[in-house]
């Protein structure tokens, strides 16, 4: 498909998981591709890297700038960048429950801010925020990081009834469990990993996880100006763990 052909488009966090896997299928597709990620090294061409961190406004505002400069112009914000936290709402300080909420929350608040202005003047402007099925579905050990996509959840319906009158559409995906390099670092201080891995497969009715390019394929069509009609939605990416209630096994 080439529906990007021509667009311009931002991903934050894009340096690996599923900002990389949609940077990536963008660029495919026809867009021009600039990530935004604390570390972006190893974002080869043709995608275009800059450094940003998504607590600093500063910061942010200078890369978005840069970026869409790069660019020339803007038509797609995808705000990914976000971190994970673990625990019951007693297991984490204040200091983590705020650090937590400035990158998942604040830091889309940041990086749309900045991106406003130049989607404006965009024919076909779109953002999609990374949302989580944590934010419709309660999930064991996950308060803070559910808390804050709750957050994200609603901060996409309120900005998608701010901006629709400007031409700018809004909306979310809600992926599962990801196989990304999070879901890595946090099977490796399990206990038993292959156990806990299993646990997590187990808790989707497909019996795995997503995958990074399956969370990207649907950012890609939120975001696709074949989408026109597609605003304050939340499209859920996670194996029937929403919407399915399926009998045990042998049941």
Not at 128 to 156: D, E, F, H, M, W
Not at 205 to 230: F, K, M, N, Q, W
Request: glycine share 10%.
């Amino acid at each position: 498909m080439t529906d990007f052909e021509g667009l311009k488009a931002l991903v934050t966090g894009g340096a690996s998981g599923i900002g990389r896997a949609t940077a990536e299928l963008l660029a495919e597709r026809g867009a021009q591709v600039a990530v935004l990620d604390l570390d972006p090294s190893s974002v080869e061409k043709p995608l275009l890297g800059f450094r940003a961190d998504v607590t600093d406004d500063a910061s942010v505002r200078t890369a978005v700038e840069s970026a869409v400069e790069a660019l020339g112009g803007l038509d797609v914000l995808v705000n990914n960048a976000g971190i994970g936290a673990q625990g019951t709402v007693e297991d984490n300080d204040d200091d983590e429950w705020h650090r937590v909420y400035d990158v998942n929350v604040l830091g889309m608040v940041r990086a749309t801010r900045a991106a406003l202005p130049h989607l404006r003047r965009s024919e076909h402007a779109a953002i999609v925020n990374t949302c989580s099925i944590a934010a419709t579905a309660g999930l064991p050990q996950r308060a803070l990081y559910s808390a804050t996509k709750g957050a994200v959840y609603s901060l996409t319906l309120a900005m998608a009834a701010d901006h629709v009158r400007e031409g700018v559409r809004v909306n979310c995906v809600n992926p599962g469990t990801v196989d990304t390099p999070w879901i890595g670092r946090l099977l490796g201080k399990a206990a038993d990993p292959v156990a806990e891995r299993a646990a997590l497969e187990a808790r989707q009715p497909t019996g795995r996880l997503v995958s990074a390019p399956e969370v990207a394929l649907a950012i890609a069509y939120l975001a696709s100006p074949l989408s026109g009609a597609t605003t304050g939605t939340s499209l859920a990416v996670d194996g029937g763990t929403q919407g399915l209630r399926l009998r045990p096994v042998g049941q």
